[in-house]
């Protein structure tokens, strides 16, 4: 199975953007990339998705590399209620069920 | 009202007594999910149940069984609970829909200590 690798942690000063890593370079043709989060005590959120082209939403934009082996989470303006773990994923657009969401990055942000 | 809930939120239990948690969720989808998270690990995936007549097994699931007794509920058992199935444990339910992209809505979570 396709998997992801994420830095373990990152930092950032609140209402600077932050650009979330994450490299999947054994992605296969039929996987979408899928971000979500997980505030403190609560289960992960859905963020955002992607197939090819680049996406944004109102809580994020995902930068698709060309080859799809690699993409970027953005978030324009950090906030104190971003500090969360943040999950890459990729999951099979053809109804078969791979998800694997490994430990994620835990994102720091100071005020 | 939660579009996911799981019972109970917390447990404590003892070694080698039988353990359920459920899930039911209002959203109407198929798809349900268990996950269990231990520290630094992410989630990983226990169980799962693309519908009513639908079981798979996850990364996970030997020590655990699950029933979906209606497209609503979906439960977890540990038939003999030991120390080392102590976690912090999710359900989740998706709807492929005509996106596709299956996005998934976790439950709060019940988290199981076993003495």
């Known amino acids: 199975d396709a998997k992801t690798t994420q830095p373990n942690s990152m930092e950032s000063n609140e209402e600077e953007p932050v650009h979330l890593p994450c490299n999947h370079s054994?992605?296969?043709?039929?996987?979408?990339i899928h971000w979500y989060r997980q505030l403190p005590s609560q289960g992960p959120e859905y963020v955002i998705h992607g197939l090819t082209s680049n996406v944004n939403n109102r809580m994020a934009s995902l930068a698709i590399a060309e080859d799809r082996k690699s993409s970027t989470l953005i978030l324009h303006r950090a906030t104190l209620r971003d500090a969360a773990v943040y999950y890459c994923i990729l999951r099979d657009a053809t109804g078969g069920f791979k998800t694997i969401f490994g430990a994620g990055t835990r994102l720091f942000v100071k005020a | 009202d939660a579009d996911v809930t799981q019972t109970p939120r917390n447990r404590i239990t003892k070694t080698g007594k039988r353990i359920m948690l459920e899930c039911s969720q209002t959203?109407?989808?198929?798809?349900m999910y268990w996950y269990r998270q231990d520290p630094g690990l992410g989630l990983r995936l226990i169980y799962y149940s693309f519908d009513v007549k639908d079981i798979n097994k996850g990364e996970i699931s030997d020590g655990y069984s699950v029933s979906r007794q209606a497209q609503a509920k979906f439960s977890l058992s540990l038939e003999s609970a030991i120390p080392n199935q102590t976690a912090l444990y999710f359900c989740a339910t998706s709807d492929l829909g005509e996106s596709r992209h299956d996005e998934q809505f976790f439950g709060p979570g019940t988290r199981l200590t076993v003495l």
């Open positions: 959203k109407g989808h198929d798809r």
């Open positions: 054994t992605i296969s043709g039929t996987d979408y």
